[in-house]
């Protein structure tokens, strides 16, 4: 399986696949549906189409009036989440069997949280993370992330610092929105008493604070390698 880099998967969006949108480490789909029954339909025909095909059955998130579905390949030695070739192949056949089951597909409702925290040790901080919020201390790092391998807990990235006294904030929220809705969802902070900090690197990131001067990171995979 060929691993694809960013601007190749945002390139494949373009040229068919507009159901999907690119985030953090997924490609990610959500389906509007009638009823549940219809949304369990849908969902159980994923799975079916997945195990005939010889993948694993995808991430699907099924709730009141929608259907997520979630693909990545998870590499087998290292642990990385990518996106391959195979997963392209497989969103194609899942708008397939949404377009069958009559769904409408809602990309800009996409999102993915990431939990970030300044440290100048991942190694150190990793096995407390990991124990803490997967159970399992001795879950290896992905490179710089914590990932829960069901996905009960947003992942947990890492992010290299120097050495600095408290108190600061290390803590915040890396919110990955489908690149559309990101502005409106920004001025919506903004109107809410939000300030930019710093969008000199938009559309791949904005960072905001709120009142208190909490900061977030609004992303996109747009401008990114």
């Not at 710093?198 to 791949?204: K, M, Q, V, Y």
């Amino acid at each position: 399986m060929d691993v694809l880099g960013n601007r190749e998967i945002l390139k494949t969006i373009d040229a068919g696949l507009g159901e999907w949108r690119k985030l953090a480490q997924p490609l990610m789909a959500r389906y509007r549906v009638a009823d549940g029954v219809r949304g369990a339909e849908f969902a159980a025909a994923v799975a079916r189409e997945a195990v005939a095909c010889g993948y694993e059955v995808p991430e699907i998130r099924l709730g009141p009036g929608f259907v997520d579905v979630t693909l990545y390949t998870v590499d087998a030695h290292s642990g990385r989440r990518r996106v391959t070739d195979s997963d392209i192949d497989r969103a194609r056949c899942v708008s397939r069997l949404a377009a069958e089951h009559g769904l409408s597909a809602h990309p800009g409702e996409v999102t993915q949280i990431e939990l970030v925290l300044d440290t100048p040790s991942a190694v150190e901080m990793g096995p407390f993370w990991s124990a803490l919020l997967t159970g399992d201390r001795d879950r290896a790092l992905v490179r710089d992330t914590v990932f829960d391998s069901t996905n009960r807990v947003p992942s947990t990235w890492f992010q290299a610092t120097g050495q600095h006294p408290t108190p600061r904030q290390r803590w915040h929220i890396d919110l990955w929105l489908a690149p559309e809705t990101a502005d409106e969802r920004i001025a919506r902070a903004l109107a809410a008493g939000g300030t930019v900090v710093d969008d000199t690197h938009a559309p791949s990131f904005t960072v905001l604070a709120d009142p208190d001067g909490n900061r977030v990171c609004v992303c996109t995979a747009l401008d990114r390698v």
